[in-house]
C-alpha cells in the first residue's frame, strides 16, 4: 500500500485545501490521472497522481485544510495486487476443484430458477465510470458527445474536451473564488525570500527581430486568427532551445548545490485578473514546435485564469519566461523563482534606427533581459546565454 500525499506545489506552499474528490475507493488510477482538487494560493490546482493501481481508502475529506506531504489517500499498487493474486491462488484453485464436483440435490429439492439477464437499457449512453464522474461535476451532457472509447464509448477524455470547449459559468464561479489576497501572500514570501536568498545578476540583449516578424507575416498570412503564431511562442521556443544547450540556467538550486534538469520545462507568467501571478510549465517546450507551443499557451492562459490548472504544471516548472510587451513595456527584470535559477524577461518590439551593412535604416528591435543566480552562473556565462536567444530568433523557420 502506497499514500498519496498533499503535494508540494512550490517554494511558498505549506498547506492545502482539497475541495474535490474525482475518485473513489474501488477506482483504478493510473500515473498522470487526476484525481484531486487543492485550493491554493494559487488557485484550484489540480493534482495528478505518481502511481497506477486501484483507490483503496480516501483519508481526508473535502473542506479539510491540511499541510504539504499529509496522506489523502491510500493506493493498492499493481506490484501489491499481483502479489495478492498469487497468494489467494490455492484458495481460488479450491473453490475450481469444488465447483468441477457435481452436487447431488436432496430428495424433494427444488432447483434454483436460472438467472434471467437483466436486458440493456435500449438508448443508455456508453461511457466509463470516470467519463460520467467529470461530466457529473462539470455538468455536461454525455448524449452530446461521440466517444473515441472502446465500441464508441465515451471516456472521461471525450467530456473534457467538450467541458473546455464550451465556456461555463462554473467556471466564472471558481475564477472569481480565488483568494487573490493570499495569492498576493504566497507571492511576497516567494519573493522577498528570492531576493533575501539569491544574489541576482541583471543582463539585457536587444535583438533584431526584423526577419522574425516577416516570418510570421507569411506564416499567419493564410491562417484563421485562432491559430495564428504570435511573437512570444517564437520567443518562447528559442528560450527552450537555449535553455537545453545551456544547462547552468535550467534547473533548480537546493540543499546548496544546483540541480541541472534535463528536460525543459518553461514557467509562462500569466497575469490574474483583479491582480496575482502564476507562471505553470510548458513541459518540454524545447522539443514542441511553435505551433504546439502557441497552443499550449493559450490552453495554459485559459486554464490559469479560470483557476483550473493541474499539479505537474505549477510545480516543476526548471526556468521562467515573463513578458510585459504587451503592456508597452520595453525591458523587464524579473525576480527569480526559487528554487529556478534564470528567469528570462521579453519586451514589447519597437521600431528603431539600425545599422545594416553600414546605413542606418529603420528596424524592429526587442529587449531580452536574463535575472540570473549568480550562485550557478556569472555574467559572461548569461551573456552566451542570451546571445543564443538572440540568434534563434534571427532564424526562426529554423525552430
Known amino acids: 500500500m502506497v499514500e498519496f500525499r498533499m503535494p508540494s506545489l512550490g517554494a511558498d506552499m505549506e498547506a492545502g485545501t482539497l475541495v474535490e474528490w474525482l475518485v473513489k475507493p474501488g477506482d483504478r488510477v493510473k500515473r498522470g490521472d487526476v484525481v484531486a482538487v487543492v485550493e491554493t494560493q494559487k488557485g484550484a490546482i489540480e493534482i495528478e497522481i505518481f502511481e497506477t493501481g486501484e483507490i483503496e481508502q480516501i483519508l481526508v475529506d473535502l473542506g479539510a485544510k491540511v499541510p504539504v506531504g499529509t496522506p489523502l489517500a491510500e493506493i493498492r499498487t499493481d506490484k501489491e495486487e499481483v502479489k495478492a493474486g498469487m497468494v489467494a491462488r490455492p484458495a481460488r484453485e479450491a473453490l475450481e476443484v469444488a465447483a468441477s464436483v457435481p452436487i447431488t440435490a436432496p430428495p424433494g429439492a427444488v432447483p434454483p430458477a436460472a438467472p434471467v439477464p437483466l436486458p440493456l437499457s435500449a438508448g443508455r449512453v456508453q461511457a466509463s465510470p470516470a467519463a460520467r464522474q467529470f461530466a457529473q461535476i462539470h455538468d455536461v451532457d454525455l448524449a452530446s458527445i461521440t466517444g473515441t472509447g472502446p465500441a464508441g464509448a465515451i471516456v472521461r477524455e471525450d467530456v473534457e474536451r467538450k467541458h473546455a470547449a464550451v465556456v461555463r459559468p462554473i467556471e466564472k464561479k471558481r475564477a472569481l473564488g480565488l483568494d487573490l489576497d493570499a495569492m498576493r501572500g504566497a507571492i511576497a514570501a516567494a519573493m522577498a525570500r528570492s531576493k533575501r536568498e539569491i544574489p541576482h545578476y541583471y543582463l539585457e540583449h536587444q535583438v533584431d527581430v526584423t526577419p522574425c516578424e516577416a516570418w510570421l507575416a507569411r506564416t499567419n498570412a493564410t ?177
Not at 258 to 276: K, L
Not at 363 to 388: K, M, N, P, Q, Y
Open 223 to 399: 491562417r484563421p486568427p485562432e491559430s495564428r503564431l504570435l511573437m512570444g511562442a517564437v520567443a518562447m521556443k528559442a528560450v527552450a532551445l537555449a535553455a537545453h544547450r545551456f544547462p547552468a540556467f535550467n534547473g533548480f538550486y537546493l540543499d546548496e548545490k544546483f540541480e541541472p534538469s534535463s528536460a525543459v520545462h518553461v514557467g509562462m507568467a500569466i497575469a490574474i485578473r483583479g491582480g496575482g501571478l502564476a507562471a505553470p510549465a510548458i513541459h518540454d517546450a524545447n522539443r514542441l514546435s511553435c505551433d504546439a507551443l502557441m497552443a499550449s499557451m493559450r490552453d495554459l492562459v485559459a486554464r490559469m485564469r479560470s483557476g483550473r490548472i493541474r499539479s505537474s504544471e505549477i510545480a516543476d516548472a526548471t526556468i521562467t519566461v515573463s513578458s510585459l510587451g504587451e503592456r508597452g513595456v520595453e525591458a523587464l527584470y524579473g525576480i527569480i523563482y526559487p528554487p529556478q535559477v534564470a528567469i528570462v524577461g521579453v519586451g514589447k518590439v519597437v521600431a528603431r534606427p539600425w545599422i545594416v551593412d553600414d546605413a542606418i535604416v529603420p528596424r524592429s528591435i526587442v529587449t531580452i533581459t536574463l535575472s540570473g543566480d549568480h550562485r550557478v552562473s556569472d555574467g559572461h556565462a548569461g551573456a552566451l546565454f542570451l546571445a543564443e536567444i538572440g540568434k534563434l530568433l534571427q532564424e526562426p523557420d529554423q525552430l
